[in-house]
């Protein structure tokens, strides 16, 4: 097909994928490995790529321990009750200690964060979130990268990782292509810092024809770090933890700043609070130490996001929707409504668009909410990705292999939406796992860990084969038709992603189906996956640009497989609001308190599914609540 | 919300194809000017808007639920460090500007050169410290947090 073969030999820390976490990733690369290769490769433009790439307009996880707001500690807490108990403490807590250090450092670049005037801390949104001008903020972070690596591959789809030769399950590089020149690019590495991000479109969205490309996560997640690892047969954990997410109807605009800084509150369409209601019921569902409000009030120990979205989706489903966020209070005043409006120009102006479009002005009358359809990804408030390492003063040994944030291969490591288990970490705290990963695989490289790596020409042309069959694919049934996109031989990207949509909603519990499976369905749609996972071999590419589409696709189907084995898996309803199985309703903490993990073998695609123990490291209650609750006689 | 190029104020200088992250906004052949190819993955995240020298990008809500007659518009000043945004209501009613700073600093100067750093000790990389830490933790010379540090310890009991 005369493209080229483009080969980086001898490098030391491949990036792929410079998101906030890739690019942390780069920057402390550099420090610890003065003298070593750093490459990054990533498939957009590192200024504007990735989750970031519209902008942010709150830091979702910053302690504060220097202004004695927050210990790490306190944020661990948090996030294992919200995710329901299912959380790498160790991951957490140790991401959650290092992400203060990140935040200040943001400062000093330029970016603007908010101050508290009369405290001189941040400006905080809620416990954990500190508001920002973030407009700017991955050009910032980018700077940060471009300042450290050697060299940055811009617009290189990375579709593979290459593995080691000379020893079983040690990484070796990646492989992928240009995707505006169509060569074929060769990174050897002696390890590789996966950051290629979370996948959004893998379930049907709500928003369909030309507005499919508005959803929540953005439409360039396509699960690429899931899929890079899955296929080379890494342990991924907590893929049945999709997140929905109650948004602005049609535009997903945040409601964070909203709730928390805005004080904005949710009503039924009839004016009525409606929560309340759902609770007694699904706290028979769950368990009164995942839903105990009176609990809650007197702790502030907040109630889990799903159980939140449980009473949304129940209210709706009696016949009380829409609901609407109650805005019409604080936009009198000036102030908070110009931060109303900020919120969406720095994140998601696709909100601030539609309001416009449709005359909704929130002073005058209270918008409506609406659930999303789920997502798969590892640094919001959700915890699907890689079962990694711990780091060495904190991990149980189950936790720990040796290098922090490395995956069950050896030299290959995560950050953000790739790291499994460490819900809440956010922007920042994706960002800092980059740094703590890339700190780790210096110390793997200087322990001798990568010496003597093999990679064989034959698996770079076997790679190179593959990667651009869909060309092929097309060009040798293409002729075979008049015109138009019906072909009996293959199918395009966009036809294979509808498919897989569909199939992942209605079979594994998306919004068509109100977010409920079981045991039967899963089945059905595994099988069904099995099917399309064979047809696409045969998707077909007519440029480059579709050859793009084919491989987030690949990647995107890899995903949704490890989505179906877990959901199968977990025989339990653990985060009723994200999803339910309605043969196993109830939470079943006797059986599944439990992380899931699984491992599909590369050589022939079949899944392993086992337990691993949950550690919790911290206790359940901090020491001042603890007092508050004893002295008004709850214990 | 999909973008589209006025054709007028296009001359194809290819600064919205080199940063938008859905890889949508191409040259067309013919015309040399740019266009969004595939509207449907477009997440009208106004990069490239932004990156336009001559505005020549705007956004039309998405069909499936924005009827016609809005306008949000953008312009982006690295020099000023400064964004400036003008929205325009369907009826009319509201037409107003907000502006945001972008950062605090000037562009390419802030951020450390790690590489003109002096080296870390040896005895720092079993630490479990980052660059800049612990003074950055807390910007003091406090000690990084550890289980022990804070009084912790792993809790017995793993559940089955
Ligand atoms: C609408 C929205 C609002 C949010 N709000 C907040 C907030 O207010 N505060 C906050 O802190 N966080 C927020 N987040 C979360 C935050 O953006 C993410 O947690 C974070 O960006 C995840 O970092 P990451 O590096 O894992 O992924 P990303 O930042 O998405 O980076 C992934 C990178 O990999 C690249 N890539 C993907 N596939 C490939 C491939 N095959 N080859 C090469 N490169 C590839 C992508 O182009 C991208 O650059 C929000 C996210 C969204 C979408
Ligand atoms: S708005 Fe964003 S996704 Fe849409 S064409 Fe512009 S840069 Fe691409
Ligand atoms: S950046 Fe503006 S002028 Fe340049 S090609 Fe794109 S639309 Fe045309």
Redesign the pocket.
């Known amino acids: 097909m005369g493209y080229k073969t483009i080969i980086e030999d001898d490098i030391d820390i491949l990036v792929?994928?410079?998101?906030?976490?890739?690019?942390g990733a780069a920057f402390e690369a550099r420090y610890w490995g003065k003298n070593k290769k750093i490459v990054i490769?990533?498939?957009?433009n590192?200024d504007r790529?990735?989750?970031?790439a519209?902008g942010?307009?709150?830091?979702?996880?910053y302690m504060g321990t220097r202004f004695g707001e927050n210990n790490p500690e306190d944020h661990v807490r948090y996030a294992r009750i919200d995710l329901m108990g299912m959380v790498r403490e160790d991951l957490a807590f140790d991401m959650a200690r290092h992400v203060d250090s990140a935040v200040h450092q943001f400062e000093e670049w330029g970016l603007p964060i908010m101050r508290n005037e009369k405290t001189g801390a941040y400006l905080r949104e809620g416990r954990w979130?500190i508001m920002i001008h973030?407009e700017s903020y991955k050009p910032i972070v980018a700077e940060a990268a471009k300042n450290s690596a050697d060299k940055v591959f811009n617009r290189?789809?990375?579709?593979h990782l290459l593995m080691d030769e000379s020893k079983e399950n040690r990484v070796a590089g990646a492989v992928?292509f240009n995707v505006r020149t169509g060569n074929y690019h060769v990174f050897k590495s002696k390890t590789v810092i996966c950051?290629?991000?979370?996948a959004s479109n893998i379930f049907k969205p709500r928003s369909v024809g030309e507005g499919a490309g508005r959803v929540?996560?953005?439409p360039?997640?396509?699960g690429?770090?899931y899929?890079?690892m899955i296929e080379a047969g890494a342990k991924m954990t907590q893929m049945e933890n999709r997140i929905v997410l109650a948004r602005f109807k049609d535009g997903?605009g945040?409601v964070?700043a909203y709730f928390l800084h805005l004080k904005t509150y949710t009503q039924n369409a009839y004016g009525e609070e409606y929560e309340s209601k759902w609770f007694p019921a699904l706290q028979e569902m769950v368990g009164k130490e995942y839903l105990d409000p009176e609990a809650s009030h007197a702790t502030h120990r907040p109630i889990p996001t799903c159980l939140r979205n449980h009473a949304i989706i129940n209210e709706v489903n009696a016949g009380r929707g829409p609901i609407h966020m109650v805005t019409m209070e604080a936009f009198q005043d000036p102030h908070l409504e110009e931060i109303g409006w900020h919120n969406f120009l720095g994140?998601?102006v696709g909100q601030a668009v539609l309001w416009a479009a449709t005359d909704v002005d929130p002073k005058y009358e209270n918008p409506e909410l609406t659930t999303s359809e789920p997502y798969v990804?590892?640094?919001?408030a959700t915890g699907c990705g890689a079962w990694c390492s711990g780091p060495e003063d904190v991990s149980p040994d189950e936790y720990f292999w040796g290098y922090n944030r490395m995956t069950t291969i050896e030299g290959l490591f995560g950050?953000?939406?790739?790291v499994g288990g460490t819900p809440h970490?956010?922007?920042?705290?994706?960002?800092t796992e980059?740094r703590l990963a890339a700190k780790a695989a210096c110390k793997y490289i200087d322990d001798g860990k990568a010496n003597g790596i093999i990679v064989t020409d034959a698996q770079i042309s076997r790679r190179k084969e593959e990667i651009y069959k869909p060309l092929e694919t097309y060009t040798v049934g293409r002729n075979e038709i008049v015109a138009g996109s019906v072909n009996p031989n293959y199918i395009n990207p966009r036809q294979g992603l509808d498919r897989l949509q569909k199939l992942m909603d209605e079979y594994c519990g998306g919004f068509g189906v109100n977010y409920m499976t079981n045991d039967k369905l899963l089945s059905i749609g595994l099988k069904k996956m099995a099917i399309l996972g064979e047809d696409l071999e045969k998707v077909a590419a007519s440029d480059i640009h579709e050859l793009l589409r084919a491989?987030?696709l690949k990647?995107r189907f890899l995903t949704s497989e490890a989505v179906f084995q877990h959901t199968m898996f977990r025989k339990e309803t653990r985060w009723p609001g994200y999803y339910y199985r309605g043969d196993a309703m109830k939470v079943d903490d006797e059986n599944w308190h439990v992380l899931t993990v699984s491992r599909r073998d590369p050589k022939t695609g079949e899944y392993t599914m086992e337990k691993a123990p949950l550690y919790h490291l911290v206790g359940d209650i901090e020491d001042k609540d603890l007092a508050k609750l004893k002295a008004e006689g709850h214990h | 919300m999909p973008t589209f190029v006025y054709m007028t104020r296009c001359d194809g200088c290819g600064q919205c194809v080199d940063i938008c992250?859905s890889d949508i906004m191409h040259i067309d052949k013919t015309l040399r000017r740019a266009y969004n190819i595939e509207p449907n993955m477009c997440w009208e995240c106004y990069s490239c808007v932004k990156a336009c020298p001559h505005h020549a990008i705007d956004v039309r809500g998405y069909a499936d639920f924005a009827p016609l007659g809005h306008s949000v518009r953008v312009h982006r000043d690295e020099e000023k460090g400064t964004i400036a945004w003008r929205i325009k209501f369907r009826n009319g009613k509201k037409d107003f500007d907000l502006l945001a700073p972008i950062t605090t600093k000037p562009w390419g100067t802030c951020i450390p050169q790690l590489a003109n750093e002096a080296a870390p000790a040896d005895s720092m990389r079993d630490t479990q410290l980052l660059y800049n830490e612990p003074k950055y933790v807390a910007m003091n010379d406090n000690a990084l947090m550890t289980l022990e540090s804070n009084g912790l310890e792993i809790k017995e009991g793993v559940y089955y």
């Open positions: 792929a994928g410079a998101g906030l976490g890739g690019t490769a990533e498939k957009a590192i790529s990735g989750a970031v519209q942010l307009y709150a830091i979702n996880c979130q973030g290189v789809c990375v579709t992928g950051g290629a991000g979370g929540w996560y953005a360039w997640s396509s690429s770090a899929g890079l997903y945040p964070g994140m998601t990804m590892g640094s919001h950050a953000g939406d790739a970490a956010f922007s920042s705290g994706s960002f980059g491989w987030e990647h | 992250p």
